[in-house]
């Protein structure tokens, strides 16, 4: 809390947050924590999922939360080159708090076993998210300076 450190959440399953939600409720302020891998939401399990509404409803009303957009090609179940399963749930993102989402690529992908992604494949899938450049300029550069302090 006194450094500004940022808390990561990896879930295994989006499933999990059920049972992790209590516990960053109570995380004392001014602790930010930023949920990994779209809250391990899996594209099969869609919007409407009750707990990616959760996460939803954690990014627009919990000014502490804050979500990584990476790792969406392990999260894809219809995978590449468009992970399009991932669309709806990057725009519901998008559409709840462009403010404290931050873009990852998760390279070097670790325990990556099948195909290697093809780091040009996710950032073209990113940029088809929304065209909106002001929301891009906050996802790749102003949320993560914002977010972890930088100058």
């Known amino acids: 809390k006194d450094l500004g450190w940022v808390m990561q959440v990896r879930l295994h399953n989006i499933d999990d947050l059920e049972a992790v939600a209590p516990l960053l409720d109570r995380l004392p302020m001014p602790i930010r924590y930023l949920s990994d891998h779209f809250g391990r939401a899996r594209g099969g399990q869609g919007v409407n999922h009750p707990q990616f509404q959760h996460l939803l409803r954690l990014l627009r009303d919990d000014e502490r939360c804050w979500v990584k957009l990476c790792s969406f090609y392990r999260m894809s179940d219809s995978g590449p080159p468009a992970y ?68």
């Open 84 to 151: 399009a399963d991932m669309v709806p749930m990057a725009q519901a993102l998008i559409a709840a708090c462009p403010d404290r989402l931050v873009w990852g690529t998760n390279w070097p992908h670790p325990q990556q076993y099948d195909a290697m992604p093809n780091d040009g494949d996710l950032l073209d899938a990113m940029l088809a998210w929304t065209r909106d450049d002001s929301i891009l300029r906050k996802i790749f550069t102003d949320n993560p300076a914002r977010l972890f302090g930088f100058d």
